[in-house]
């Protein structure tokens, strides 16, 4: 991941690195999602360990990443003589793209404000500079 904010625009983007840019998510975040996307039907999480050939314990950690990320969702399945179990499946790409551009403006907003105290405070160091000075 380059260092500086003009090395990552040089960069060459694509749309994956948006979740890794976002949500610092792992590669095999990023895998599990790509199962989870292209699968028709909602997976359990010992599907998803199957399909990323990873130990079981090692994809959930995974679901969960995605999970307070708000990639995916997690459903209930209940049995009919009682008990449950979960399955997740993607998010609805519009909700994501939200929820990304709400952390983009939210960030945009926080770097104004950065800069403003930058300037302000360069502002005030310069000033009393020049008044020592004559």
Known sequence: MPD???EQLRQDMQCEGLLEC???????DKDVFRVLVQSEEPQTVDEIAERVDRER???????????QAGFIQKEQVNYDQGGYYHVYRPT?????ADNMQRLLNDWYAKMGQLIQEFETKYEEDTSSMQSVEG
């Open 4 to 6: 500086s904010m003009s």
């Open 22 to 28: 976002f949500h610092g998510l792992k590669q095999l």
């Open 57 to 67: 314990s090692t994809a959930y950690r995974a679901v969960q990443r995605l999970i």
């Open 92 to 96: 609805d790409p519009s909700k994501i």
